[in-house]
């Protein structure tokens, strides 16, 4: 079960770039909730502050809190013990190119000393499964390596990866945005089925997806949050003007 | 303008043109034919000599024709793996601190710089030291001290190792993509585990490769044995005396006066330049299929 | 009259109506018992900051050995040296003594404990820039033609015979000099030198051994070949075509495209490739010591024997008895130390100029 995500006055620097500013929001647990905005508006660095990667650049500072469930990410535990609990699928599909798929998936658990062989099949049988890719590649799990699948087949491979540690929150920063259209239904319809089963936010340029997949959604511009409120009625009728700017196009 | 003098110019700049070309095309000839040259007579004048006596004898006294130089191949091996226990693993890491943990810091282009300018000390000075350190002194409860040992020359060509291997780790972890680092950590995977599992291992062919490039290189070195491993006529594997090798070997037996050791000088210099020529073109074959198989 | 400009709206994205949580979806294998287990693992693990702070100060560690190396070094070089230190000082570079018998120049008597490091140092200089005279301009030829001016497909086999050429020990150099260039010398170019351009002084026959500045010159000349070319080849490269083009929109033959737009903008780099070659020359101990005859004497006549700074710790390192004699060699081994350290620094400072501290591969 997913947990929900509590953001109180959440501020970020790169060097002396104030990227994020006084952000406030709530993200419902098993829900799937969107950020949509324009580039360079921060809704990439900001859930790379959900799970503490934002901190991996040297000039990198944050402020705030953040608490997914009720622990207190910045206070209550270190990096490497949150992102074990949320979990991230990156813009351009990344395997480990030296890994098979099998690999692949299980390395998350590999890597963090998991040893129990039998155990790790069935996890791994399982990822796969819940990312659409069992049928594809259940033949070839230790055959073929993780980069020699198609765009669309890896970033599902890379969804599997980051399911088969179990997370609570599962991060998705334009998941689709390098995969043809395709692929990009079939990722999210997996979005449709895992939003029951984890917490998900994801970062779209695409505002017809946020529609399609989200409950709630959040319009980020300049580094603020403008507008976070359920996604019918963000797109039917917004309250700022600069989401309906937004959204009907004017910008962005 | 004087037509006169424009044509006179563009003829002039047309037959300089001319020249530079010719010129750099006998440059170019004057440079590879001696070298082409200077193989063929080795592969002759080695593969004449060669034979099976030659990597399963130790060399004859003097007078006496035949022998080998098993004892110098053997020797060279022994000195070697301990050179590469020492280089390999300091060198690596040294290419992991400037690729992964100092990437940027004043503290590592230091390093990185002096790593360069070690590069360049000859080997011979490298020797010296090894040897005011290790030979030279007595320390009695340090076993290795105090005399001419093939101890003191694996550790000079250990230490002159180092920094090649550790400048092309680093060049080669500096090629892994971003991307992948980030997946690692995106996981929860502690910093340590995804620098040696995931980032080095993805650059491993080419990191081998590097440590491939310093043995070749350091195989052939024969100054710093000069005065720490000494040399030795007989068959040996004990690193705490003299021990033969088989750079060593040609350079005293080129400077015999003995033809039999002349001969024996060239199959050793051709089984030298063999092991050479495989590193080389090894690194070259690795590297131009590229260092990341599969990465994006 | 006013113009009514219409309030536009862009057709807005269709939203579709909330669909239904579907709970009744089964998830492949659900089994709460699995789920915590992983869960469970995953949240004994701890946080390793033990393993990576002991990890990251042996990287550092590592790194910083590379100090402790040149550290070392130094400070044996000069611990060791401080015996012939004390006696010559800095005379001990250029100071001259007189043999008793003879009254002529001596300057390297081990017996007798003089010692000056004058014919070495004045052996290293001379064949290194003998080396550089010869190699600079073959070297920049080749890198023009393999860059501007050869057919694609020689280009991979000539640059992999360079690469080549630059990875062969000094000793094979050596034994192939000791035993074909030597009596190339000595039977056929020398005589020829000789008898052409003796009157500059520069040669003549009293040395009829084929040993000496002129064959070590050459042999030098033949291995630093590579590295000054390669390493021009590499700047050349990083020339952008921009450059190129717009020389050659200019109306310039290839030679003035070559020299006003590639080796005006790379001749730092080049400066820098030659230094770096320099220092090899400078550092070079086996192939010199096989033919340049190892006679501590200096004359103007570069067909005659002399010796080298590394030649003569090479000859006489193992063999030395006296503390003084050791000393003296391991003060030419600190000199040579800080001359190769000084050079290489100055050429890597060069190169990083150019190339902005990037290393580039040259195929």
Known sequence: MGVGIEVTN??????????????????????????????????????????????????????????????????????V??????????????????????????????????????????????????????????????????????????????????????????????????????????????IFQLKSQYTIVIVTHNMQQAARVAEKTGFFLNGRMVEFDSTHKIFTNPSDKRTEDYITGRFG | MNEEKFKFRSRMRALTDSSVTALSILATVLVVAPLVAIFVYLVYKGASSLNLDFFTQIPKPVGEAGGGMANAIWGSALLLALASIIGVPVGIGGGIFLAEYGRGTKLANAVRFTADVLNGVPSIVMGVAVYALIVKPHIPFLPFTGHFSGFSGGVALGIMMIPTVCRTTEEMLLMVPHAVREAALGLGVPNWRSVLS????????????????????????????????????????????????????????????????????????LVLIVLIVLAVSLVRYVTSRGVLKGAS | MTVHVPDIRISRPQVQPERPIPDAQ???????????????????????????AVFHWLMVLCGLSIFAIVALIAFELVLRSQLSWQKFGLSFFYQAFTDRETHLPMFWDPVNEHFS????????????????????PLAIGLAIFLTEMC??????????????????????????????????????????????????????????????????????????????????????????????????????????????????????????????????????????????????????????????????????????????????????????????????ALAQLLIWMVTRGTPSQVH
């Open chain 1, 10 to 79: 959440l501020n970020a620097w790169y060097g002396t770039n104030h990227t994020l500013q006084d952000i406030n929001l709530n993200i419902p647990a098993n829900h799937a909730t969107a950020l949509i905005g324009p580039s360079g508006c921060g809704k990439s660095t900001f859930v790379r502050c959900l799970n503490r990667m934002h901190e991996t650049n040297p000039i990198a500072r944050v402020t705030g809190t953040v608490r997914i469930g009720d622990l207190d990410i910045y206070v209550d535990a270190k990096p």
């Open chain 1, 81 to 190: 013990e949150i992102r074990r609990r949320v979990g991230m699928v990156f813009q351009r599909p990344n395997p480990f190119p030296t890994m098979s798929i099998y690999d692949n998936v299980a390395s998350g658990l590999k890597l963090n000393g998991y040893s129990n062989r039998r155990g790790l099949d069935e996890i791994v049988e399982k990822s796969l499964k819940n990312s659409a890719l069992w049928d594809e590649v259940k033949d070839d799990l230790r055959k073929k390596s993780g980069a020699s699948l198609s765009g669309g087949q890896q970033q599902r491979l890379c969804i599997a990866r980051a399911l088969a540690v179990d997370p609570e929150v599962l991060l998705m920063d334009e998941p689709a945005s390098a995969l043809d259209p395709v692929s990009t239904s079939k990722i999210e319809d997996l």
């Open chain 3, 26 to 52: 089964k998830l492949a294998g659900e089994s709460t018992s699995d789920v915590s287990a992983v869960r469970k693992f995953l949240l004994s693990r701890g946080n390793s900051s033990i393993a990576d």
């Open chain 2, 198 to 269: 995931i980032t080095v291992k993805t650059a491993s062919p080419g990191i081998i490769t590097g440590c491939m490039l310093a043995f070749a290189r350091v195989a052939g070195e024969t100054a710093p044995l000069i005065f720490t491993a000494l040399g030795n006529s007989f068959w040996s594997s004990n690193l705490n005396q003299p021990i033969a090798a088989l750079p060593l070997q040609i350079y005293v037996y080129a400077l015999s006066p003995y033809d039999d050791w002349h001969r024996l000088a060239w199959a050793g210099a």
């Open chain 3, 151 to 344: 057919p694609l497909a020689l280009r991979g086999p000539l640059a992999f015979l360079t690469e080549l050429l630059a990875a062969i020990p000094s000793v094979i150099y050596g034994l192939w000099a000791v035993f074909v260039l030597v009596p190339l010398l000595r039977a056929h170019i020398n005589p020829f030198l000789i008898h052409g351009f003796g009157w500059t002084g520069l040669f003549n026959d009293e040395n009829p051994t084929g040993l000496g500045f002129l064959a070590a010159g050459v042999i030098l000349a033949i291995m630093i070949l590579p590295i000054i070319s390669s390493l021009t080849r590499e700047v050349m490269t990083a020339v952008p075509h921009s450059q190129r083009e717009a020389v050659l929109a200019l109306g310039a033959t290839r030679w003035e495209m070559i020299r006003m737009g590639v080796l005006r903008n790379a001749r730092i780099g080049i400066v820098g490739g030659i230094i770096l070659g320099l220092g090899r020359a400078l550092g070079e101990t086996m192939a010199v010591a096989m033919v340049i005859g190892n006679t501590p004497e200096i004359h103007r006549s570069l067909l005659s024997n002399g010796s080298t700074m590394s030649a003569v710790i090479a000859n006489e390192y193992a063999e030395a008895v006296s503390d003084m004699h050791f000393s003296a060699l391991t003060e030419i081994g600190l000199a040579l130390f800080i001359i190769t350290i000084i050079v290489n």
């Open chain 3, 117 to 136: 490091a004058l014919p070495f140092v004045y052996g290293t200089l001379v064949s290194s820039f003998l080396a550089l005279l010869i190699s600079v």
